[in-house]
């Protein structure tokens, strides 16, 4: 475990003691670096293997998408029990989604995103070598919880890497990882599905997410501040240090449940991701069952849709920015 950025006060006995300073956020390192050059290409690497590694918890999120058809074929489960395996993950996915969205502000984002994509990536190793329906139902409403570390630990990271005058074009490219996840699984799962069947599907996302989690690893950092680097500006995450008070630090978090603008985007997303996840979760199934297409071609045409989201994700972050002047509440 390293703890090297960890001051020895910080630092707890016992197994939870450890599990809790393992996610702490990263001390600062006050041996200032003024290399600006380096600090670019540190903040690069951590935006894009952000961006990919939760691209890639989208392939161990959309697996069971591709699987349906070839599953109900198989005589494993009915298309019931299927939308009843698939509704314990959207459960819980909300549920920790907002949990894990609080536990994020106060984490290293590092770990925390790493973890639950190895997580999520074990719950498809495991899946794919079961029938039993309990064992589905139960390890993928789990996966939910393991799903819902990802964007948090994302969106929190662009907070801590970038002022206001130019998330909005960063958070548009981090944003088109749901897309890029989506093409990548609707098109390599299926390969992996038509040339192996179901179980090679669930097992080949669980790999690739185990990936993710070394690149993740390899690639992410936790802030600026613990390389030696301090954003300029009034961004309030920038300001943090180790004199913020956790009090404060927890009105700040209840504010945010008191803002009705929050609530009103929560209920605008819901909305959005009733049409997004209706295509997303059965239009391979639909394709393959009534149109008759293979399931790469069904794959393949549902992955147009996720093709062109990126364009349009990307988009929208650079026009908030250049024609709004980073207002995100008139584009959205």
Not at 33 to 47: E, G, Q
Not at 198 to 223: C, P, Q, Y
């Amino acid at each position: 475990m390293d703890t090297t950025n960890q001051s020895p006060t910080a630092r707890t006995n016992g197994f939870f003691g450890a599990f809790i300073d393992f996610f702490k956020i990263s001390a600062p390192n006050y041996n200032a670096n003024a290399d600006k050059a380096k600090f670019n290409r540190i903040r690069l690497t951590t935006f894009i293997s952000a961006t990919c590694g939760y691209a890639l918890y989208y392939v161990c999120r959309l697996s069971m998408n591709i699987v349906r058809k070839p599953i109900v074929d198989d005589g494993v489960f009915s298309e019931t029990q299927l939308g009843i395996i698939g509704s314990c993950l959207f459960f819980v996915y909300a549920v920790g989604k907002l949990a894990n969205g609080f536990l994020a502000d106060r984490c290293n984002v590092r770990r925390f995103m790493a973890t639950g994509l190895l997580l999520t990536a074990i719950v498809n190793l495991v899946l794919g070598m079961t029938e039993m329906f309990w064992v589905f139902a139960l390890l993928w409403g789990l996966n939910g919880w393991f799903q819902s570390m990802g964007a948090p630990a994302g969106v929190v990271s662009l907070n801590r890497w970038y002022d206001n005058k130019d998330r909005g074009t960063f958070y548009g490219f981090w944003s088109a990882s749901h897309n890029l996840g989506e093409a990548i699984t609707f098109i390599t799962i299926a390969i992996l599905v038509g040339l192996a069947g179901w179980r090679s599907g669930m097992i080949g996302a669980g790999v690739i997410g185990i990936l993710g989690f070394f690149m993740l690893l390899l690639f992410m950092r936790d802030t600026p501040q613990s390389q030696g680097y301090l954003l300029g500006g009034n961004d309030a995450v920038s300001q943090m240090s180790e004199k913020l008070q956790k009090s404060d630090f927890n009105s700040a978090q209840k504010a945010v449940l008191r803002n009705k603008a929050i609530w009103i985007l929560a209920l605008a997303s819901a909305f959005m991701y009733i049409s997004r996840y209706a295509v997303n979760s059965w239009g391979v199934f639909y394709l393959e069952a009534q149109k008759g297409y293979s399931t790469l071609d069904a794959s393949f045409i549902i992955s147009i849709s996720s093709i062109c989201g990126i364009v349009g994700t990307v988009a929208s972050g650079i026009i908030s920015d250049k024609l709004f002047g980073g207002s995100r509440n008139v584009p959205a």
